[in-house]
């Protein structure tokens, strides 16, 4: 996952290559009849993953399919160098870790491939992507949202490692999203959520409440590059938080009292807009601005429509 961006507050987590035999890497064929060629009934994955097999062979079959076999179908008729050992590093001990260091690239030569076409045959292939990402959708995704507890609890359940299944949650949510890009279709799926990046979160110290705001509506790639920041600035106690109230957010009106800089007098007083100011504005369908300003000697808060001002900072904070 090595194309997301890492901010550096924890360290990257790193996917094991489980196809260690070269013959059972994806050998480029038809995606949907991978499975069968192999000896496996995708029918049959949720209810019985192992189909006779070991948990390792299982996960092995996993993701040289959903994965490799996903990135095989979608970029190997765009490139005439395509190589799946592009997402293949390995170790001075020889260990191999998949890698996605060169994604971006394929991505943007996926895009300038689909920009020569025609309408007609952009839409066949957002056709032909979107079959497999529903066919992944329905038949392996469930096998990825597991935390580590329990793999190791019941693998012959969940063969998946947890990190693995992580990686094609987020190739899935990465090729959705470019494949938009580059086909100007909206393939509308939802790749849900990760237990990985959940627990990662809350390890490094950040409420349960914060988490599940961030996991409303984001993409996974984003949740990644989330989980790399770290700790927060500030650290709190968030055992007796849960998903809808964090305790340290609470503020009891009768005893709070306003923070001030360690060079304030505390004599200030609190700083508001004329409330008049804003209707000329909104009247025009502008968008108002607050900018401090000093008028007559005095300092100000000053609205100002955004026609006025080339450069500003919008926030915006909705809680439900």
Not at 60 to 75: D, H, I, K, P, R
Request: proline share 5%; charged share 25%.
């Amino acid at each position: 996952m090595n194309h997301l961006p890492n901010f550096g507050g924890s360290s990257p987590i790193r996917i094991p290559c489980l196809c260690s035999d070269e013959k059972k890497m994806y050998d480029g064929g038809d995606f949907a009849q991978y499975p069968t060629q192999q000896g496996w009934d995708v029918r049959e994955l949720q209810d019985d993953p192992l189909q006779g097999r070991t948990a390792d062979e299982a996960a092995a079959f996993l993701q040289a399919w959903a994965y490799f076999g996903l990135l095989s179908t979608v970029f190997q008729p765009v490139s005439a160098t395509f190589n799946l050992f592009d997402f293949v590093e390995r170790d001075a001990d020889d260990s191999r870790w998949v890698a996605t260091k060169k994604l971006g690239a394929y991505i943007l030569e996926w895009q300038r491939w689909e920009a020569k076409r025609t309408a007609e045959e952009r839409k066949q292939r957002f056709t032909a992507i979107k079959t497999c990402l529903d066919m992944l959708l329905s038949t392996v995704t469930r096998l990825c949202r597991v935390d580590w507890a329990q793999h190791r609890s019941a693998p012959e359940q969940w063969p998946l490692p947890p990190d693995v299944g992580l990686s094609i949650l987020i190739l899935g949510d990465t090729i959705t999203w470019a494949g938009y890009q580059a086909t100007g279709h909206k393939f509308n799926l939802d790749w849900g959520y990760s237990p990985v990046l959940q627990r990662r979160l809350r390890d490094a110290g950040w409420c349960p409440r914060a988490i599940q705001t961030l996991l409303k509506g984001q993409q996974l790639q984003l949740l990644y590059s989330a989980s790399t920041l770290g700790a927060p600035l500030v650290r709190q106690d968030h055992q007796r938080c849960n998903d809808k109230l964090c305790r340290w957010e609470q503020i009891d009106e009768k005893t709070y009292r306003t923070q001030h800089r360690s060079d304030c007098d505390q004599q200030c007083q609190w700083m508001r807009p004329v409330n008049n100011e804003y209707f000329p504005i909104l009247r025009a369908k502008d968008t108002p601005l607050l900018h401090l300003a000093v008028v007559d000697g005095v300092e100000r808060l000053v609205v100002s429509g955004s026609a006025e001002i080339s450069e500003y900072v919008a926030i915006s904070h909705v809680c439900k």
